[in-house]
């Protein structure tokens, strides 16, 4: 600490810390700011393109021109590339087309969607408007991105393994096991299937292997499982009367603030499987759950499942619990594997050709 800052105390160092705080929400809200005035703008000029199009012979190929001209103007902007400009303009008829699901009026944008898709940077807009084919499906990944923060990269991941149809798709008995809003915050939480496409596994993979493996890829596992999920353990230790029992997975939810236990079965689904679950459930509810605390609930992840007999055995569970199913990447066959070449050939082919 130097005589100026001695000199000038603890009042200064309170004041100070409160200043960067202030500055920092100043360039968060020039940061929004700006972002949505561009995207203002943008919306403006995909505006003017389409009506342009429609009332003069310009056609498609004034864009390239409007792109050279632009750019020779603003040369230090970077959003008047001929692929931004289609862009621009693909954005605009894609909140402007007519949306069964959504009821979206042709030719307008409501106030509250256009107030969301300012929310997320350009980028993101781009993306959405690439990947998805209807608003509805837009919007939900524009919501989705806005609560939780999610990167671009991240943002198409979700995409491309279909979150939307994934969604809150689940078996569960929550409506009947959970107080609303619990329940639906609780279906929501849940897929069918659940893509774990970060791994690899080999044909004859057995529970332990996934779970081993899941956690050796915590990272993704729990963004495949969604916002909220705390990790707790593997092979969680519960001792129950004179025996100890483990649990597969366990979790803590920070958002429906209950403990979550997950089950692995690399079988198909069977009635017997929903047992065992609700034993665990019982068992952390008793040795876990504190004051504050909602319900346990339970997740069992199997291979496959026939929709009416996971609903009729979840019928008459009193613990709350969803079914899912689980999709991975397999590895390539033994007998696949001698045909290809090796990473050391590949190497030598490449220097080869150096």
């Keep these: 600490m130097n005589e100026i800052e001695v000199k000038l105390g603890q009042d200064y160092k309170n004041w100070l810390t409160a200043l960067k705080l202030r500055i920092r929400t100043v360039q968060l809200k020039a940061a929004v700011a700006v972002n949505t005035e561009l995207l203002t703008f943008y919306w403006e000029l995909g505006q003017d393109i389409v009506n342009k199009q429609k009332t003069s012979a310009w056609g498609d190929g004034f864009l390239k021109q409007l792109s050279v001209d632009l750019t020779s103007e603003f040369p230090e902007m970077k959003g008047f ?40 940077p350009w980028g993101h807009n781009i993306a959405i408007v690439s990947k998805c084919k209807t608003i509805t499906e837009a919007l939900y990944y524009v919501q989705q991105t806005i609560e939780n923060s999610w990167s671009r990269s ?13 969604d809150g798709k689940a078996i569960t008995n929550f409506a009947r096991t959970l107080p609303k809003p619990q329940s639906d915050l609780a279906q929501q939480t849940l897929k069918d299937p659940y893509v774990f496409d970060f791994l690899t596994m080999t044909k004859s993979y057995n529970e332990l292997d996934l779970e081993k493996a899941l956690i050796d890829h ?66 952390v509810d008793e040795k876990l759950r504190k004051e504050g605390d909602a319900p346990t609930i339970g997740i069992l992840l199997c291979k496959s499942k026939d929709k009416m007999v996971a609903e009729y055995a979840l019928s008459d569970i009193h613990k709350p619990m969803g079914v899912s199913e689980y999709q991975l990447t397999q590895s390539l066959p033994e007998n696949l594997k001698g045909s290809l070449p090796s990473i050391e050939e590949i190497e030598t082919e490449l220097s080869r050709e150096k």
């Design 81 to 120: 590339s001929i692929s931004n400009i289609k862009y621009i303009k693909q954005w605009h008829l894609f909140y402007s087309k007519p949306d069964e699901k959504s009821q979206q009026p042709v030719g307008q944008i409501t106030e509250n969607i256009f107030s969301q898709i300012t929310r997320i």
């Design 154 to 166: 991240v943002l198409v991941h979700q995409i491309e393994s279909g979150l939307f149809s994934r």
């Design 218 to 283: 915590i990272a993704h596992f729990l963004l495949e499982l969604g916002a909220g999920f705390a990790y707790l353990g593997r092979q969680f230790p519960l001792h129950v009367g004179e025996r100890d029992f483990f649990i597969d997975l366990l979790f803590y939810h920070a958002r429906l603030h209950c403990y979550v236990v997950i089950e692995l079965k690399t079988v198909d689904f069977e009635p017997e499987h929903t047992g065992k679950l609700n034993f665990y459930i019982k068992a």
